[in-house]
């Protein structure tokens, strides 16, 4: 560039000799350019890191779930699908979990697959180990690395689960044997679920053989394609959004199969258990008919057995009558024996009174006779006694054996029939068996022809909040990069400017002898610009290296809070470092053209002699005389010196200008950024809780139950997702945008607060129904989401449903509104777009003052209603807002600090080249006897009274700077708050830029002491 | 009474590396009150270095200067600008008027400060200059230029006017104004006038010339009849 030897060591010793110049355009450049590459760097890095993790632990790009789980069979066809890399099925559900300390805390529950190995290309979401090892067997596991608990400690999953089936855990009490990061979870944010108090607080990963099941709960797959790919570019979202389809064609029918042979399965169970209980009744038949028989038997035969004893019976009695009967038949001939004999003592003593005689002898035969009667009598008699006594024992022992008989009667007839009437109780049971079983089959059918229909559902990476936060986190510091350094640029243009026409100003007689040397005028303009490309070169470079070592990495370290993606990686794109230089480099020639330009036209002749003095004027502010009569003479002379010097007056105003509507942007970012949650969830949202039902939920039930938590009526709203056309616009970048109903139009105010940007309420109860069809029923959108669609009050657009369907709507508004995307509308306006009345599945609540400060009590307790799906408090979600937004400050502070040094510089470089151009001045008026103090004050005042002028000028600029950077930074669906307390911000950078002039005027106060009288002497340059 | 300046032993010695330039080489004089002084001698004789000295705005090596009988040479800094502000008013060889600033307003500079200054507009009359108070130092010619610097110095009423070189940049005819300007003044005020020139006629003027070579004193004349300024020639 500058060939000659000796110019160029005289530009290195220009360079030595003042080291001020160079420095202010060293660090201009190093500040510009290391901003530039610094933050411009960091969004590609903080992509590459984070992919880097992604792809080292092998995120599933896709989790299939179906309503019925998946079969080996599923898994084995998913791995078939074209474009599929590997597959991992895994059980995946949630339970509350208590810790040893009792306490119960909601875990996501996941298990691992078989091999865990290094190059197992099954092992999809690797968890990365932070200390002890992966668990092995049942009855260990694996716990999230934040969570507060020791290797070795026990955990027992209770029934209150989710998502599974209890039985599907082979042991419910596991032991911790690691602790690990999973890379399903990069933010702190752990999801949500229907237990607890709908957060879940941690995640465990289970061995396979800690679980007993014949079906998985999901699938996660890799493709092929995403490999080597970012997860954050345009390319992956294509691969994922062409392969979704395929997979959700995939898992419909692989579900609808799974459904149907779950069904046939289960019927085959019904028909055979039918068949079986048509057995069992056949067998109960047979039984009751045998039980019929013997007990008929049993009845024949002991009526016989009765009939036989009682026959025996009535033989004894007529044994006993026979024997009483012979009895007194003996007793009747023994007392005739008697009486005979009697008799035979009569006639005997008769005959000892009767002669001899025939009568005698008559009578003795007579007695004689009646002798042998009576002793044949008694022979007979004595036989029949013996006979009696031989009858009463024959009698004796046939009653014993009656008795006997009876008994055993008995004892058998009891045990025969005990034994029928058991087996009449089996039948009967058998009986009560079969219609139990009956009943059951008929209640199983109906399950069945009841069954739902199956349901898949596919998960991409996007639906992972903690990713879809990171990126628009990435892409706001990749805008920041863009808007802000340009400005840097423009500054530091301003300072090389000023610094290279003082350089040139001073080498005024240089330039002319090295004309009248014959230098043609490029090779003197190109020692300028080698001159000062050397100084923002080496600015550039040294603030490229410091910006990407410091900004990436600082700013990825503040990021961990938030999210957990492994280790940074500086991913340096050459381009924007080159871009930097080179915007560098041309600011710089540009810059030192301009102010080489005018003094390379004067002939050497001209530029030899001094330069003429700069002639004197009036300025502006003598006119209006009143003014200027009231000023005192040093007042005088400072505006004078101030409006001497247009091109350095502007330079220096626009230079302050330039810091302090950087710092007030920056004051201004931070402040939006910090009071966005407040604003949404303070002014806008006035409910407290969100609630959101079951499909199955009878709302009115339920608002019931909520009543004791409310201040009043809660508010009833419907919320559909839709997406909104405008000729080419459309939604297609948003989350979602939700249809938004409220029950009670009249109501919505009270908990969300429409307003236009301007603060007029807007009220959706007077919005056009569109029933007359003459008109379109009306919308309010929110702000971001009308600009989007370029559309404003009164103008149409088209809404399409989740279904396809579309209708026309009017715009009749546009409302303030900072977190997410609405379109809000009546419900008669909803009928006539939707053709459906809007179902009312989500509650607003406002707490009572029992509960107002125990929301999260509140919140736990209206979980556990039934008919809740989940409920939210605005106080969590603002937080969460809140602590996403947080993470800017880092950059913030950034621009902060850079706005600081930037004004620190210009305001150095332009105090510094003010003294020096004026330093004759100074001399003079030393040797004058101006006092230290009042040189000092003699400049001061100009600077000061600059650098307030400059701020004001700044502070409007700053207004717009934030604007622009505010709406670069804003996302689809979350933008900042561009109201804001103006007044206590432009005095805060107002008196940080008013400081920093003290500061730096009192850091040139030696330089002004240093200026020697004598130098007052020397002929003007 | 004595003398109102008075130079002893005055040494000033500039040290570069081994060679030592003494601008001043045991210099001593005295000045009355009320003289108008020429000082004289070839360029690099030393002459600004003793006016330097003695308005304050540099120090002597060694050596004594006195100025109505106050040592200037013990002067701290904040002492020496004191004795800049009341007593001195200098005269450079480039004017040194503040641009920015009308004919008038240089000369409230001086006066803003000065303790008992003289009124700025009439002292630039009695430098002939009542019609260009309003312009800027651009505006004017440089003989003009250097009255509004002589009236600057002046119009703070000092004790001494200190002129190094007034003529140096101007035209014969304009310089010989200049001087007849400081004569005049020397002659009818009480004010001590010290006037360097490297031109030896000019010093016929003086009531006292010091004449200089190589930093050193090299003889003092007393002038009893100087010439009037018009009738000297170069
Ligand atoms: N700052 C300085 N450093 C070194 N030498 C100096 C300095 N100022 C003056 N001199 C030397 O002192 C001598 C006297 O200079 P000066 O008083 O300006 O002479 P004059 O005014 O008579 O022309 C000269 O030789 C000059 O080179
Ligand atoms: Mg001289």
Redesign the pocket.
Known sequence: MVRSPTIRKLIFRDLRSSPGRFLAIFVMFALGAGFFAGLGNTAPSMRASADIYLHETRLADFRLISTYGWDSADVIEAAKLPGVESVMPRYSFTAKVARPDGIPSVFSIKSLPLNTSENSTSYLNRLVLKDGRLPAKSGECAVDAAYAIEIGDELTITDEIEGAEYGMIKTKTVTVVGKVDSPEYISYARGNSSLGNGEIDSFLYLPPAGMDSAYYTEICILMEETHGISAFSDAYKDIVDSSKDLLEDFALERAELRHRSIREEAEQYLRDGEADIATSEEELRDGQAEVDDGRAEANREFAKAKSDLQAGEQKLADGRAEYDKNATGLADGEAALSDAKAQVEQMKLLLQTLPPGPEHDGLAAQIAGAEAQIAQNETQLTMGRAALEEAAATLDAAAAELSRGWASYDSERWAAFSKLDDAQAEIDDGRTKIEDAKTDIAEARQDLDEMDEPEAFIFEREDNAAYSTFEPNAARIASLAATIPPFMFVIAALVCLTTMARLVEEHRTRIGTLKALGYGRGAIISIYLFYAIVCSLAGSVAGILAGINIFPSTIWFAYEGLYALGEFKLELRPAICLIALVAGVIVTVAATFASCYNEQRSPAAVLMRPRAPKAGKRVLLERATIIWKHLNFNQKVTMRNIFRYKKRLIMTIVGIAGCSALLLASFGIEDSIRSMADRQYEDIYHYNIYVMLKDDADPGIVKNELAVFGSRDSLSVSETSCTLLNGEINTNGFNTISAFVPEDAAELNEYILLRTMKGEPLSIENLSSGDSGAELPGVFLTDKLAAHMDVGPGDSLTIEDSDGNTAEAVVSGVTLNYVGAYVYMNSEAYENVFSKPPQYKSILMKLNSEYVDRVDEAVTEIMAIDGVEFAYSSSAMRELVFDIAENMDVVIMFIQQMSVMLAIVVLYNLININITEREREIATLKVLGYRPREVFLYFFSESSILTFIGALFGLLGGIVLHRQVINAIASEDASFPLRLEWGVLLLIAMTVTMLICVVVNTIMQPKLRRIDP?SSLKSPE | MSALIEFKNVY?I?Q?GEVE????DDASFTVEKGELCVVV????????????IMGGIDRATSGEVSLDGAYVTDFNKKQLTEYRRHDIGFVFQFYNLIQNLTALENVEVATEMGEDPLDPAETLASVGLSHRLKNFPAQLSGGEQQRVAIARALAKNPKLLLC??PTGALDDETGKHILELLTERAKNTDMTVML?T?NSVIAEIANRVIR?K??KITGVDTNEHPKPVSEIEW
């Open positions: 004598v | 000033k500039y570069s330039i003494r601008a001043l001698g070839q360029s690099g004789a030393g002459k600004t270095t003793l006016l330097n190094d070189e360097i490297h200089m190589s930093g």
